[in-house]
């Protein structure tokens, strides 16, 4: 029996990029939470329009870290799926990841660099500092990621509490994984294709974000990062109706 599932997607002006985005979830998937940015393009009018099921949320913060943890706070499903606004995760790739979840991972990653995975975004220099930051993470944690910095992820909701989402930026992918090495989840990376941006532009900055992923590593490594931010959970806005279909 297929686990209940939450996909959380943070947005910040993807109004252009939600309907092929939202169009690609599976029917069967029960949840899914936008977390808007406060966006001045519609956003969150073209994601109802486009998915009248859809459960908006005010994002508390800033950053797309932020915008994560706030969705996770609010995700009922019994599996969480990270996805992208921008359409450059495939939603369509979801199976594989349920699959790996079901077969004993508690949380899923995708990879870029295994067989049948790839990217149309993957500068010269994207590469080399992901290859640079996932080899200096396998060195410190002893773990054998292929591919640190992408954050097409699924996970257990029980495992939350063990991956504790508090910082704010990019650098939020690289503390999960991170995390669940501490914690010693069965991690399992899976293939998946990483598509160029439908619309608009990307916020990635390669230095100064390549510079907080850097810091999150010798942080968690040395244990010199202070007093985490705790994220409360926002109300949703409009109350969702009902919970999960029981069939």
Request: charged content about 25%.
């Amino acid at each position: 029996m297929r686990p209940t599932v939450s996909v959380v997607i943070p947005a910040l002006n993807e109004a252009a990029n939600l309907p092929h985005v939202l169009a690609e979830i599976p029917e069967w998937v029960c949840e899914v939470i936008l977390v808007d940015g406060a966006s001045t393009d519609g956003t969150a009018e073209i994601a109802r329009r486009v998915m009248p099921s859809v459960k908006l949320v005010e994002q508390p913060g800033r950053g797309k870290g932020d915008a994560l943890a706030a969705g996770f706070a609010l995700a009922q499903g019994e599996v969480i799926v990270m996805l992208d606004a921008d359409g450059s995760t495939n939603a369509g790739e979801i199976p594989r990841f349920i699959d790996a979840l079901t077969a004993g991972a508690d949380l899923v990653k995708g990879s870029r660099n295994l067989p049948g995975g790839g990217s149309d975004d993957f500068t010269w220099l994207r590469s080399q500092g992901n290859s640079f930051l996932t080899a200096l993470v396998n060195l410190a944690f002893g773990t054998r990621y292929s591919d640190l910095c992408y954050g097409y992820m699924a996970f257990w909701r029980r495992s939350v509490d063990h991956l504790r989402p508090d910082r704010d930026g990019f650098e939020i992918e690289t503390l999960l994984t991170i995390r669940a090495a501490q914690a010693r989840l069965a991690v399992v990376e899976v293939p998946s294709y990483e598509r160029r941006r439908l619309h608009g532009s990307s916020r990635l900055n390669v230095i100064r974000d390549g510079l907080r992923i850097l810091r999150v590593i010798v942080e968690e490594r040395f244990g010199t990062f202070s007093a985490p931010r705790r994220v409360a959970a926002p109300d949703l806005t409009p109350q969702p109706e009902g919970g999960f279909p029981t069939d």
